[in-house]
């Protein structure tokens, strides 16, 4: 299994510019995650989705879209990057049916964005 | 609600010294803790978690966590640390939400 992986690893973007991030997971998880990290600031959740179809915001939404139209899938896009967005874009997925908060997640390798 | 408290951000200790990383909870229904650890240029992975049972979990690398519920506390600790363990280290709680809750991240530095 190649568990959760990110498209693409890095990416440099202009102030303005559009990108949408890829995120795929071969275990049938139920729940994915998007999170940002920050110096200092930890992983502060993006958006999440329960199941395919659905989407949920997170702590900090503003500026980011998600769709889930494939259960393994899960992509966060930027309509209009600004250089507050740069950071490090990491996706999670957890919980098989029949799953609870006992489950851990399971990280991708990350996407470094940087927007000039 | 639920909330983490990692009250170190940064932690230095020599090789083969003993570490604790602190991390403190707030829930109001039962817990699930767990302590993730972040390689430089790498995504988290778990490293243990508590469930229920015996307070004390080990992981296969020498860590171990000690759940205390009087005192909301699930500190990491390892009594002897090699310049391998040199990471970010990420205490998280789920309970009634499904959704888990991260610390801030405490970063072990090991130096030779």
């Known amino acids: 299994n190649a568990g959760v992986t990110q498209t693409p690893k890095f990416r440099v973007l202009k102030t303005g510019q559009s990108m949408t991030l890829l995120c795929a997971q071969d275990m049938n998880h139920e729940y994915m995650y998007w999170y940002r990290q920050d110096p200092g600031m930890g992983l502060r959740l993006i958006h999440y989705s329960v199941g395919e179809g659905t989407t949920a915001k997170g702590e900090v939404p503003d500026g980011y879209n998600v769709s889930r139209l494939k259960k393994q899938n899960f992509l966060l896009g930027l309509e209009s990057a600004a250089p507050s967005q740069t950071s490090v874009y990491f996706c999670a997925s957890s919980f098989l049916m029949g799953g609870g908060p006992w489950d851990e997640q399971y990280f991708g390798p990350g996407t470094r964005l940087t927007v000039t | 609600a639920q909330s983490v408290t990692q009250l170190d951000s940064q932690v230095p200790v020599f090789e083969e010294a003993p570490v604790e990383l602190r991390c403190n909870y707030s829930s109001s229904v039962s817990v699930y803790l767990f302590w993730y650890v972040q390689y430089p240029n790498q995504g988290l992975q778990l490293l243990l978690k508590?469930?229920?049972?015996?307070?004390l979990v080990e992981s296969i690398n020498g860590f171990e966590a000690e759940f205390n519920k009087s005192q909301t506390s699930f500190h990491l600790r390892k009594p002897s640390v090699h310049i391998s363990d040199t990471a970010e280290y990420f205490c998280?709680?789920?309970?009634?939400?499904?959704?888990?809750?991260f610390g801030r991240g405490t970063s072990l530095i090991v130096h030779p």
């Open positions: 508590y469930l229920s049972g015996s307070t």
């Open positions: 998280a709680v789920s309970g009634g939400s499904y959704i888990p809750t």
